[in-house]
C-alpha cells in the first residue's frame, strides 16, 4: 500500500499514538529522578545556552527608556556602598574580593562585581538591582516604592572598578563607631549602626543618611517599629529593624536619643536667600498654599512622636519629602499627616527648607513658640 | 391609583418639603429675600395667567365656531396679543424688578458704617470676620450671626475657587470672586436660625460647604460679639487640660488659632469659641464631643478630599480629652 493511499483515520491514530509516546516519555523523565538538580552537577548545555538568551533579551529590552539621574553625587555613592556592604557583600563579595565557598557552591555563583561599572551601563544595572534575576538566587529590591534607594546602590556599583580601593570608607567598614553593634544577637553589618549613622565620634556616612543622634526617643522607636512593620518603606532600613527584637529596638532608640550629637564639618557654603527662605517657610509656613509652619511640630517643643530637625542632613530631608510626593509614605497614620503638607510644597521649597534645617545647630530647640503665621 | 401615580404623589410631597424649614427661599426671613419672594409670586401668576389664556385661545381656535375663529385670525389679534401685550407686559415686569431689587430700590437700607461681616470662602468651609462700629475684628468661622432688624454689609470674597454665598431665606445668591470683594446687605426681619450653602460648584466636597445664619435680638448680640471677641475660656476639668496639651503638641495650632494660646495658626478654622457653635465642618456635623472625635480621626470620611490631614495617631482615650477640650471651647 502507498503511503499516499493511506485513510486519513490512520494517519491521526499514529499522530495521536506519537503524541502519546512523547507526553509519556516526559513524564517518565519527570517523576523517575533521572533529571538531576543538584547545584553540584550544572546545567545541561542547552539548559545555560536558553537561560543567557533569555537573560539578556529581558534585560536588554526592559531596562530600554529608563532614565538615569545624576549618579555622581558623594552622599548617593556611600549610600549605596553602604547597603553594599549589608545587603549584597554577603553574596557578592566585597569588590575584588572575590566570593566565599559558602556561596561559591550556588548555581550560577554570584558575580564578583569589580567590573561591573565597566560591562554595564546604569539602567541595566538599576533594573537588576530592582527587580532581581529568576534561576539565579538574585532577588528584588525589598521595597519597589523605593527606587531612590536603587539609584544609590547603582551609583556604586556604576562607579566600580574605580571605587573599589576606597571601599571600606565607602561602605562604613572602617568607621570607629562602635554605636548599636554591642549586645545585638545579630550582630553583622546588617546591625552595625555606627556604619552609617553617627556614632560617639563621627557623623554619619554622607549626608543621604538621616542623623539619630538626639532625637526624640519615642520618634525612634516609632520609626523601627514601622520599619519592621514595613508600614514605612526603606529596603535598607527593613531587613535591619527586622532583624532588631523589641528590647533591641528600644535599647537603640533610648542609645540614640541620648547620643550627644557630633558638631557638624560644614564645609558647605550655603546661599542666605535660599536660607532666608527656608527659614520663612520653616517658621511661618505658607499659609495662601496651605503649608503650615513646619516648627509647629518638629521644633522640640512638641510631641516626642515627631522628629527634630534642626541640623537634620539637607540631602535627607529632601529624599524624604520627594518620597512623600511619590506616595512612598503613606503607610502610617503620622505619614498620612505629613503627606498632605508635603504635597503642597514645590521642588524648590523642599531644597530651600532642607537647606535652612540643615543649617541650625542640632539640639536647638526654640525657646519662644514659632512665630505667628498670616496671610 | 397606579404605582406610577403614586409614586408621583409621593415625589410631589417631597418637593413640598423643600418649601418651608431653615433652606427655603419661600419662607423668607429677611428683607431682600421677602423682596424676591414678592417678585417670584407675582412672576408665577402673570405666567400662570398667560399660560391659561394661551391654552383657551388655542381651544378657541380648534373647537369654537366658525365666529371665533374668524375673530382668532383677525390681525389685530395677532398685533395686540403677539407684539404690544408682551412689549408692554414685560418692559412693566422689567421696571418693577428693577425698581425692587435694583440699587435705588426703597428697601435696599445700606448699612451706613456699622456692623460689617467679611466672609471668605475656603476650600471647603467658611472663614467669618466681625468687623463692629469701633473697628474691632472678630475672626469666627462656619456661623454668622446676625441682630435683628439692623441691617449689616456681608463682604464677600475668596481665597481659592470662587464660590457663591447663598442663605436662600434672607437672600439671593452672590458670588465669592478671588481678588473681588462683592457686597450684599443682610436684614433679617425675626430671630431664628437659617442654613446657607454654597452655590458654586468648587470641588468635591462643594455639598458639605455650608453654614447657619443665626439671627438674635440686639441685645443678645451685643452680648454675644463681646464674648466671641474674648480669648478662649481656659480648661479646668483633668480632660479638658489632657485635651489642650495634645492641642498644642500635636500639631493642631499650625492651622488653627485659639486666641489665648500658643494656637495661632491661620490656614483652618478659628476655634477659639469653637463649642459654641450651631455644627461642626461647615455643617457637616452636630456639634458635640462625638462629633469632635469623628473629625478628627475620620474626616476624610465624614467629609471627602476636605484638606485637614487624618489624624489617626490619637487613641480612642486621647481623642476623648481632645474632644472635651474644644467642646469647652464657649
Known amino acids: 500500500m502507498e503511503l499516499k493511499d493511506l485513510p486519513w483515520t490512520t494517519v491521526a491514530k499514529m499522530a495521536g499514538a506519537a503524541a502519546g509516546g512523547l507526553v509519556l516519555a516526559g513524564a517518565v523523565f519527570i517523576l523517575s529522578g533521572v533529571y538531576n538538580i543538584a547545584a553540584s552537577t550544572g546545567h545541561l548545555q542547552i539548559t545555560t545556552w536558553l537561560i543567557e538568551i533569555l537573560r539578556d533579551r529581558s534585560i536588554d529590552v526592559r531596562s530600554f527608556g529608563i532614565k538615569v539621574p545624576p549618579l555622581d553625587e558623594e552622599g548617593l555613592i556611600r549610600l549605596g556602598a553602604a547597603h553594599y556592604e549589608g545587603g549584597c557583600a554577603p553574596c557578592h563579595g566585597r569588590p575584588g574580593e572575590g566570593i566565599n565557598p559558602i556561596v561559591g557552591g550556588m548555581l550560577p555563583p554570584p558575580p564578583d562585581l569589580l567590573d561591573v561599572g565597566e560591562r554595564r551601563p546604569s539602567e541595566e544595572i538599576f533594573w537588576i538591582v530592582k527587580n532581581g534575576l529568576k534561576y539565579t538566587g538574585m532577588p528584588a529590591w525589598p521595597d519597589p516604592r523605593r527606587e531612590d534607594e536603587v539609584w544609590a546602590v547603582t551609583a556604586f556599583l556604576a562607579r566600580l572598578p574605580s571605587a573599589s580601593p576606597t571601599y571600606e570608607d565607602l561602605a562604613g567598614v572602617t568607621r570607629g563607631g562602635r554605636s548599636g553593634d554591642e549586645g545585638l544577637a545579630n550582630a553583622g553589618a546588617l546591625t552595625r549602626c555606627g556604619r552609617c549613622h553617627e556614632s560617639e565620634d563621627t557623623g554619619t556616612n554622607g549626608d543621604r543618611i538621616p542623623r539619630l543622634a538626639g532625637l526624640p526617643e519615642a520618634y525612634l522607636l516609632r520609626s523601627l517599629r514601622e520599619y519592621a512593620e514595613r508600614t514605612r518603606t526603606s529596603g535598607a532600613m527593613e531587613p535591619v529593624a527586622d532583624l532588631l527584637s523589641e528590647r533591641e529596638r528600644r535599647e537603640l532608640a533610648a542609645h540614640f536619643a541620648r547620643l550627644r550629637p557630633p558638631a557638624v564639618e560644614t564645609s558647605v557654603t550655603r546661599d542666605p536667600e535660599q536660607l532666608g527662605r527656608g527659614q520663612a517657610i520653616a517658621t511661618r509656613g505658607i499659609p495662601r498654599e496651605q503649608v503650615p509652619a513646619c516648627m509647629n511640630c518638629h521644633s522640640g517643643r512638641q510631641s516626642p512622636e515627631f522628629p527634630v530637625l534642626a541640623g537634620q542632613n539637607a540631602a535627607y530631608i529632601v529624599g524624604q519629602l520627594q518620597l512623600w510626593h511619590r506616595g512612598g509614605r503613606r503607610g502610617t497614620a503620622y505619614g498620612r499627616i505629613m503627606a498632605v503638607v508635603a504635597s503642597a510644597l514645590d521642588q524648590q521649597q523642599i531644597e530651600d527648607v532642607a537647606a535652612y534645617f540643615a543649617s541650625l545647630p542640632a539640639g536647638d530647640v526654640p525657646q519662644a513658640p514659632v512665630a505667628e503665621s498670616s496671610r | ?330
Not at chain 2, 373647537?63 to 395686540?80: F, N, S
Not at chain 2, 449689616?152 to 470662587?162: F, G, K, M, N, Y
Not at chain 2, 430671630?191 to 466636597?205: F, K, L, M, V
Not at chain 2, 481656659?234 to 492641642?247: C, R
Request: charged share 20%.
Open chain 2, 1 to 330: 391609583m397606579s404605582l406610577a401615580r403614586s409614586f408621583a404623589a409621593f415625589l410631589l410631597l417631597l418637593a413640598l418639603q423643600g418649601c418651608s424649614g431653615v433652606q427655603s427661599a419661600l419662607d423668607p426671613s429677611g428683607t431682600e429675600a421677602e423682596r424676591i419672594n414678592t417678585l417670584t409670586w407675582l412672576l408665577i401668576l402673570f405666567s400662570t395667567t398667560v399660560f391659561f389664556a394661551v391654552c383657551l385661545i388655542t381651544a378657541a381656535a380648534l373647537r369654537g365656531g366658525g365666529r371665533w375663529r374668524a375673530r382668532l385670525a383677525d390681525e389685530r389679534l395677532v398685533i395686540g396679543g403677539g407684539l404690544v401685550f408682551p412689549i408692554v407686559a414685560l418692559t412693566l415686569l422689567l421696571g418693577y424688578g428693577f425698581y425692587l431689587m435694583g440699587p435705588g430700590s426703597p428697601a435696599a437700607a445700606r448699612a451706613d458704617g456699622q456692623l460689617r461681616i467679611e466672609v471668605v470662602g475656603e476650600r471647603w468651609w467658611w472663614r467669618v470676620t466681625y468687623v463692629d462700629e469701633t473697628g474691632r475684628r472678630v475672626e469666627s468661622a462656619n456661623e454668622i450671626r446676625l441682630p435683628v432688624g439692623r441691617p449689616v454689609q456681608v463682604e464677600l470674597t475668596s481665597a481659592d475657587v470662587i464660590h457663591s454665598f447663598w442663605i436662600p431665606r434672607l437672600a439671593g445668591k452672590l458670588d465669592m470672586i478671588p481678588g473681588r470683594t462683592n457686597r450684599l446687605t443682610l436684614q433679617v426681619a425675626e430671630a431664628g436660625i437659617s442654613r446657607g450653602q454654597c452655590a458654586e460648584y468648587c470641588g468635591g466636597p462643594h455639598a458639605f460647604m455650608s453654614f447657619y445664619a443665626i439671627a438674635m435680638p440686639e441685645d443678645q448680640f451685643t452680648a454675644w460679639i463681646d464674648r466671641e471677641a474674648g480669648a478662649a475660656r481656659n480648661p479646668s476639668g483633668e480632660d479638658q487640660l489632657a485635651g489642650q496639651a495634645l492641642f498644642l503638641s500635636s500639631g493642631c495650632v499650625a492651622c488653627h488659632r485659639v486666641r489665648g494660646t500658643e494656637a495661632r495658626g491661620t490656614i483652618g478654622p478659628d476655634l477659639t469659641h469653637v463649642g459654641s457653635r450651631h455644627s461642626l465642618a461647615a455643617a457637616r456635623l452636630e456639634n458635640d464631643p462625638d462629633a469632635f472625635v469623628r473629625w478628627i480621626r475620620d474626616g476624610q470620611h465624614v467629609k471627602p478630599e476636605n484638606l485637614m490631614p487624618p489624624y489617626e495617631i490619637f487613641t480612642d482615650e486621647e481623642l476623648r480629652q481632645l474632644a472635651a477640650y474644644l467642646d469647652q471651647l464657649r
